[in-house]
T-cell receptor, first 113, second 111 residues
Framework: DAGVIQSPRHEVTEMGQEVTLRCKLISGHNSLFWYRQTMMRGLELLIYFNNNVPIDDSGMPEDRFSAKMPNASFSTLKIQPSEPRDSAVYFC???????????FGSGTRLTVV | SQQGEEDPQALSIQEGENATMNCSYKTSINNLQWYRQNSGRGLVHLILIRSNEREKHSGRLRVTLDTSKKSSSLLITASRAADTASYFCATEGTSGSRLTFGEGTQLTVNP
């Protein structure tokens, strides 16, 4: 298994542009988590899905952020319009559910200029 | 806000020494997990300890959990330069499978 795969690895975009981050889960995992990591705020949970259903999106900063999970193996996180303060490393992680460790992707480093 | 708080924020030791990192949390948990993050990489799951367990071992790692004090410790024995990384504790609450991560401890093992 190739693990959790995120794309792109790096994204540099101009303020106001739409950004789409992608994540492919490990086969058989039924929970998907999107985290954002910054020096100032550490690791923040943005949203998580269980069996393709969004369970908790209270961490999504604003309406500019949206996440979808169209099938059991794929998810997208979209920022529209992007702002410089969105610059961070975005991780997705998947798991079998409760009491199982997460498998993280390598992250997408987003820079909004 | 982060539930877990690691202590110390940074630790620098010599190869061969033991490294101990601590984590405190605030609410009831189902389990506590430790992760390692190398610079520029994703987090890697190290070990999970359930709320009814007090100690767990995995190779050179030893984790303890004291639910009465709401604290955990991660001990890395006979450290190696390759152990240099940030170490995070994460707690799973009693409802739901989401993890809340602490701020991390930056461990530097000098050769």
């Amino acid at each position: 298994d190739a693990g959790v795969i995120q794309s792109p690895r790096h994204e540099v975009t101009e303020m106001g542009q739409e950004v789409t981050l992608r994540c492919k889960l490990i086969s058989g995992h039924n929970s998907l988590f999107w985290y954002r990591q910054t020096m100032m705020r550490g690791l923040e949970l943005l949203i998580y899905f269980n069996n393709n259903v969004p369970i908790d999106d209270s961490g999504m900063p604003e309406d500019r952020f949206s996440a979808k999970m169209p099938n059991a193996s794929f998810s997208t996180l979209k920022i529209q319009p992007s702002e410089p303060r969105d610059s961070a490393v975005y991780f997705c992680a998947s798991s079998f559910g409760r009491a199982s460790g997460y498998t993280f992707g390598s992250g997408t480093r987003l820079t909004v200029v | 806000s982060q539930q877990g708080e690691e202590d110390p924020q940074a630790l620098s030791i010599q190869e061969g020494e033991n490294a101990t990192m601590n984590c405190s949390y605030k609410t009831s948990i189902n389990n506590l997990q430790w992760y390692r993050q190398n610079s520029g990489r994703g987090l890697v799951h190290l070990i999970l300890i359930r709320s009814n367990e007090r100690e767990k071992h995995s190779g050179r790692l030893r984790v303890t959990l004291d639910t009465s004090k709401k604290s955990s410790s991660l001990l890395i024995t006979a450290s190696r330069a390759a152990d240099t990384a940030s170490y995070f504790c994460a707690t799973e609450g009693t409802s739901g499978s989401r993890l809340t991560f602490g701020e991390g401890t930056q461990l530097t093992v000098n050769p």
